[in-house]
């Protein structure tokens, strides 16, 4: 009886409060929230596709939403989901196929990721 009792104070699904955060547990988060806001994007990329090769006024109207502060803020956001996303990945391929396995390596691999994606962040406002 005593046994059963403890199985069901644990929870039967680990939550975010009950973990410490850590550089691994971030990296493994923002990969799902930036595979999210990509999978998000894909309406809003086709509909500046649509706007980018429909009329003139189309085009201007595309053009001038891009330049504007939310359309930079739209297309820094998504360039920095879309670099980490990439940059994540490669790693968690490299955890696939047995490299990075320890600790120390998840650990350190997560940290580069996250200071890559920082870095790019920096750089992309230059670029748009």
């Known amino acids: 009886m005593q046994h059963q009792l403890k199985r069901e104070e644990r929870p039967l699904s680990p939550r975010l409060g009950i973990y410490r955060w850590h550089a691994t547990?971030?990296?493994?988060?923002?990969?799902?929230?930036?595979?999210?806001?990509?999978v998000l994007f894909v309406p809003i990329y086709l509909w500046l596709l649509r706007g980018m090769t429909g009329s003139t006024e189309q085009f201007?109207?595309?053009?001038?939403w891009l330049h504007s502060g939310w359309g930079k803020l739209f297309?820094?956001?998504?360039?920095?989901?879309?670099?980490?996303?990439?940059?994540?990945?490669?790693?968690?391929?490299?955890?696939?196929?047995?490299?990075?396995?320890?600790?120390?390596?998840l650990r350190n691999?997560?940290?580069?990721?996250?200071a890559t994606a920082v870095v790019a962040a920096l750089l992309l406002p230059v670029l748009l």
Do not use: Q
């Open 60 to 64: 201007d109207a595309t053009l001038l």
């Open 25 to 38: 547990m971030i990296a493994s988060l923002a990969h799902r929230a930036s595979g999210l806001a990509l």
């Open 75 to 105: 297309l820094w956001l998504m360039g920095v989901a879309l670099v980490y996303h990439f940059i994540n990945g490669i790693r968690f391929l490299c955890i696939d196929s047995g490299w990075f396995e320890s600790r120390a390596g």
């Open 109 to 114: 691999t997560a940290v580069a990721v996250i």
